[in-house]
């Protein structure tokens, strides 16, 4: 089991913990990404003994009790900023999602 069981899942907790779920189970160069919010962070956590990174946008007290609330004692293993460098408030999450969240490698 982890944070995310399902895609139904996702706006219900987003909505419960005033919190927005980027990336799932990702790897975590991703969190490098300088079109990232500031507010945002990745998330190490252990699930049925596997590491798992997810990117979330939110206050970090929220993030915890989401991730604390589903996994329980022991599982978070890190809270940290990423790289992002784009002010909250300019920040389009559909737009982030919808693009290649640099994933593609950059033209020469």
Same mark, same amino acid.
């Given at each position: 089991?982890?944070?995310?069981?399902s895609n139904d899942d996702i706006p219900k907790k987003e909505e419960h913990y005033n919190i927005g779920l980027l990336e799932?189970?990702?790897d975590l160069k991703l969190s490098q990404n300088k079109k990232l919010?500031?507010?945002?962070?990745?998330?190490? %956590? #252990?699930?049925?003994? $596997?590491?798992h990174n997810d990117i979330v946008?939110?206050?970090?007290? *929220?993030?915890?009790?989401?991730?604390?609330?589903?996994?329980?004692?022991?599982?978070?293993q890190s809270i940290n %900023? #990423?790289?992002?460098? $784009?002010?909250a408030?300019?920040?389009?999450?559909?737009?982030?999602? *919808?693009?290649?969240?640099g994933t593609k490698e950059e033209k020469k």
């Open positions: 089991m982890t944070v995310w069981a799932a189970n990702c919010p500031r507010n945002s962070y990745v998330v190490t %956590y #252990t699930a049925n003994g $596997v590491l946008v939110g206050d970090k007290t *929220n993030i915890f009790d989401c991730y604390y609330d589903a996994l329980g004692k022991g599982s978070i %900023y #990423t790289d992002g460098q $784009v002010t408030k300019l920040f389009d999450k559909k737009k982030y999602l *919808n693009s290649n969240r």
